[in-house]
Nanobody
Framework: EVQIVESGGGLVQAGGSLRLSCAAS????????IAWFRQAPGKEREAVSA????????YYAASMKGRFTISSDNAKNTVYLQMNSLKPEDTAVYYC???????????????????WGQGTQVTVSS
């Protein structure tokens, strides 16, 4: 059974940091691509970052690059998203998603990912 569980969200002040965790189980971690998406009220779900655990290739949305860092601990089947210099516009529910394809060349749309966690709320105060 595929399970994806996000954690680490919370309320932070603008300029602060959070580290989100995505714990995955029920599939071969190294054969997957793991991605973070976010969705704010009234907005489309958007890709934030992705990683291929097999080779540690990483991808970022342009607005996140330099502020967010994705990484994986393959021994723990866990992906992290370190978020620094947070802005109020980063406020959203953050979702972790997985697809059983390794080596995707770029960020994909939500439709690419069949497996999702329940999300974790990130709120950045102004």
């Amino acid at each position: 059974e595929v399970q994806i569980v996000e954690s680490g969200g919370g309320l932070v002040q603008a300029g602060g940091s959070l580290r989100l965790s995505c714990a995955a189980s029920g599939f071969t971690f190294d054969d997957s691509t793991i991605a973070w998406f976010r969705q704010a009220p009234g907005k489309e779900r958007e890709a934030v970052s992705a990683i291929s655990p097999s080779d540690q290739s990483t991808y970022y949305a342009a607005s996140m690059k330099g502020r967010f860092t994705i990484s994986s601990d393959n021994a723990k089947n866990t992906v992290y998203l370190q978020m620094n210099s947070l802005k109020p516009e980063d406020t959203a529910v953050y979702y972790c998603a997985a697809v059983f394809i390794s080596g995707l060349p770029r960020l994909q749309t939500p439709e690419t990912y069949p497996y999702w966690g329940q999300g974790t709320q990130v709120t950045v105060s102004s």
